[in-house]
């Protein structure tokens, strides 16, 4: 089936450096690729999107880029701060008609002050 | 933007018994709500997909019997996890997609609800 896969599962920087996680998916149909940040006992709250017709996408310290042809796409988070500890997951829809979205596995990010 | 509201937040159950969960689309009609599981430290995993007016679409081993799924209108959907038992205490999560028939605008989630099944 279908699946999503998400690194590194854990992920330390310090404040102020960057940060980056990749994913990969394997519906060559995908054509929809949103990140969210999940913070403990709450759902997910989106952060940015990407659609297969760009191959980036940038939004003040937050940008996304995707790679259709190795079905990859990555997440960079500039400036890290405090407030950006969280799990993040990448996630994909499946199906030219986007039906669904899976999730990656998700990534710890902890920013060291 | 896009609001999901998920209620109630958490819920506390006895062994056998049953407990509803509601999802609402409060600024948009959502033709199809999800419902995903997610266990502490884990990934949310599709549960089934609910489309308004019609039965639930559930994944691969998820009992439908268990996990009864209403979409009765275009703005609530409602999950009903029968004789619940402690293996089903989890957080359950509710997502509804925005758009038109030909544009994808997103999937928004609701804030979660923590079940726990004593």
């Known amino acids: 089936g279908e699946n999503v896969e998400q690194h590194p599962s854990t992920l330390s920087v310090q404040e102020g450096d960057s940060a980056v996680i990749k994913c990969t998916y394997s519906?060559?149909?995908?054509?929809?690729f949103p990140w969210y940040k999940q913070e403990l006992g709450k759902g997910p709250q989106l952060i940015i999107d990407?659609?297969?017709?760009?191959g980036e996408k940038k939004d003040q310290r937050i940008a996304v880029t995707l790679n259709k042809t190795a079905k990859h796409f990555s997440l960079h988070i500039t400036e890290t701060q405090p407030e950006d500890s969280a799990v993040y997951f990448c996630?994909?829809?499946?199906?030219?008609?986007?039906?669904?979205?899976?999730f990656g596995s998700g990534t710890r990010l902890s920013i060291r002050p | 933007g896009a609001v999901v509201s998920q209620h109630p937040s958490w819920v506390i159950c006895k062994s056998g018994t049953s407990v509803k969960i509601e999802c609402r689309s409060l600024?948009?009609?959502?033709?199809?709500m999800f419902w995903y599981r997610q266990f502490p430290k884990q990934s949310l995993m599709l549960m089934a997909t609910?489309?308004?007016?019609?039965?639930?679409?559930?994944e691969q081993g998820v009992e439908k019997d268990k996990f009864l799924i209403n979409h009765a209108s275009l703005t609530l959907s409602t999950l009903t996890v029968t004789s619940a038992h402690p293996e089903d205490s989890s957080f359950y999560i509710c997502?509804?997609?925005?758009?038109?028939?030909?544009?994808?605008?997103?999937?928004?989630f609701g804030s979660g609800t923590r079940l726990t099944v004593v």
């Open positions: 997502s509804a997609k925005s758009g038109t028939a030909t544009m994808l605008y997103g999937y928004t």
């Open positions: 519906d060559s149909a995908s054509n929809y």
């Open positions: 990407i659609r297969s017709n760009v």
């Open positions: 996630a994909a829809s499946i199906g030219s008609s986007a039906s669904k979205i899976i």
């Open positions: 600024d948009f009609q959502a033709t199809t």
């Open positions: 609910s489309n308004e007016g019609s039965k639930a679409t559930y």
